[in-house]
């Protein structure tokens, strides 16, 4: 189950409650990206930190080089991943920009191999209660939820619906995953000319990534990469876009409850 409570992030290393955080991806410093437990003669990636729980649960920005590849195994946690640039295979299966997986801790996956001269971005969005790791392994694990895997979703692919609160009346939703606590990830456009009119407490934690586009949250200039944190119970200013905008987004709540987000004219 999704849990994205009491995260710090690369902008506040301890944890703020009520906060909502904004930042822009390219600011943050690359660091060496390898999976604990992978084999020592795999390439290892670059990785920018972007939100994390002491429990070990986070959320970065993984780059992979052309030459990555990854023997089938297994993860010790549940892993989302999102491509924002390039192409990769898993197994029989070909992601690339905008594609969409879910891989179950426990589930043995097929072989990871970057695709084409061209790097891949990846959001990479580990959650679970125990570390994460690479496993190499014949079978599932006996409490694989294999009934939860996503091998490959193209978001292209999907149609748009209607989003779930009032709030983003000009806006459209695509989901990608509902999780058990009745949150879940989605892609939201805001529409040209959107005006949400008042401020905004959330009574559930979200993050958010630029795509593409933009939307004014306040004077903050929320575009292409980059990164918003909003635990639960931050009141956000006025979210305005006068072009429209992309954005990739997670919440650990139903958001279709009453008062989950409740407009605040003060």
Excluded at 38 to 52: A, F, K, N, Q, V
Excluded at 129 to 140: D, I, L, P, R
Aim: contains cysteine.
């Amino acid at each position: 189950m999704m849990n994205l409570s009491g995260r710090s992030t690369s902008i506040s290393p301890e944890y703020i409650s009520r906060k909502y955080q904004l930042f822009d991806v390219n600011q943050i410093s690359d660091t060496e990206w390898r999976i604990s437990g992978m084999p020592e003669d795999i390439i290892t990636g670059r990785r920018r930190l972007l939100s994390w729980q002491e429990c070990g649960a986070s959320t970065a920005k993984v780059v992979l080089l052309p030459n990555f590849e990854l023997p089938s195994g297994i993860f010790t946690a549940d892993l989302e991943i999102f491509i924002l640039k390039g192409t990769i295979r898993i197994g029989e299966w070909l992601l690339n920009k905008h594609c969409y997986s879910f891989i179950p801790a426990g589930l043995k996956f097929g072989d990871w191999k970057v695709v084409g001269n061209e790097e891949v971005e990846i959001l990479w969005m580990e959650n679970g209660s125990v570390s994460f790791e690479y496993k190499q392994a014949k079978n599932n694990h006996p409490d694989a939820r294999f009934s939860e895997f996503i091998p490959v979703l193209d978001s292209k692919l999907l149609p748009w619906g209607k989003p779930d609160t009032v709030q983003f009346v000009q806006a459209n939703k695509k989901w990608l995953r509902k999780d058990s606590n009745g949150g879940g990830v989605w892609l939201l456009v805001v529409l040209p000319h959107y005006d949400g009119k008042y401020r905004m407490i959330q009574s559930y934690n979200e993050e958010a990534y630029g795509l593409a586009g933009y939307v004014d949250i306040g004077n903050y200039h929320f575009a292409k990469d980059c990164f918003a944190y909003c635990p639960s119970f931050s009141t956000l200013p006025i979210h305005k876009s006068e072009d429209g905008g992309l954005f990739f987004v997670r919440v650990d709540r139903d958001l279709s409850k009453s008062g989950t987000v409740l407009s605040y004219a003060g």
